[in-house]
Antibody
Framework: QVTLRESGPALVKPRETLRLTCTFS??????????VSWIRQPPGKALEWLAR???????YFSKSLKTRLTISKDTSKNQVVLTMTYMDPEDTATYFC?????????????WGQGALVTVSS | SFELTQPPSVSVSSGQTASITCSGD??????VHWYQQKSGQSPLLLIY???KRPSGIPERFSGSNSGNTATLTISGTQALDEADYYC??????????FGGGTKVTVL
């Protein structure tokens, strides 16, 4: 059974750095072809893809946010960590992690429940 | 940059067929995936690679993709199908891209 769960602060101040952790089970990022992505959704708005990390530690980022994002994995803990610098109120959103299927034409077959992050002073 | 365009809303009478479109340049040359998101929930994979249904997804959900438009069809729409629906594709210029979402209302 595949599960993912996001964790991190619910509230961050403007200009601070956000650190979110995705803890997953039911698969391993040591397995060839496996990947995990982060996706966010501002309240009442559409989904926005942020980043992806592959089993071989390849990393991919949204072009519009690339300079602010880092992604890393700890395969021993089954965790993926996303950091986003210089948080702004417009970054207020629910942040999801999701397992990626098929790296050549990727889609997301399992999602976490999401973590709402509010950016406010 | 590559973009996907969806109608903001679609209304359908209970038991009828709903069609949700997703348009993008030469979209038929790419794989399109669809997600259903009910209020307060995480997205659920509904259709992958244009027309394939994951295990557990009812047969009333189907997908197609040709030219510049992909379509999600819900046959015999039920009240429980009220949700937001998102299309998604991958493009070399933008990596993963989602459509703006379509809110389906069942009358």
């Amino acid at each position: 059974q595949v599960t993912l769960r996001e964790s991190g602060p619910a509230l961050v101040k403007p200009r601070e750095t956000l650190r979110l952790t995705c803890t997953f089970s039911g698969f391993s990022l040591n397995t060839t072809g496996m990947s995990v992505s982060w996706i966010r959704q501002p309240p009442g708005k559409a989904l926005e893809w942020l980043a992806r990390i592959d089993w071989d530690d390849d990393k991919y980022f949204s072009k519009s946010l690339k300079t602010r994002l880092t992604i890393s994995k700890d395969t021993s803990k089954n965790q993926v960590v996303l950091t986003m610098t210089y948080m702004d109120p417009e970054d207020t959103a629910t942040y999801f992690c999701a397992r990626v299927h098929s790296s050549s034409a990727p889609y997301f077959d399992y999602w976490g429940q999401g973590a709402l992050v509010t950016v406010s002073s | 940059s590559f973009e996907l365009t969806q109608p903001p809303s679609v209304s359908v009478s209970s038991g009828q067929t709903a069609s949700i479109t997703c348009s993008g340049d030469k979209l038929g040359d790419k794989y399109v995936h669809w997600y259903q998101q009910k209020s307060g929930q995480s997205p659920l994979l509904l259709i992958y690679q244009d027309s394939k249904r994951p295990s557990g997804i009812p047969e009333r959900f189907s997908g197609s993709n040709s030219g510049n438009t992909a379509t999600l069809t819900i046959s015999g729409t039920q009240a429980l199908d009220e949700a937001d629906y998102y299309c998604q594709a991958w493009d070399i210029s933008t990596e993963v891209v989602f459509g703006g979402g379509t809110k389906v209302t069942v009358l």
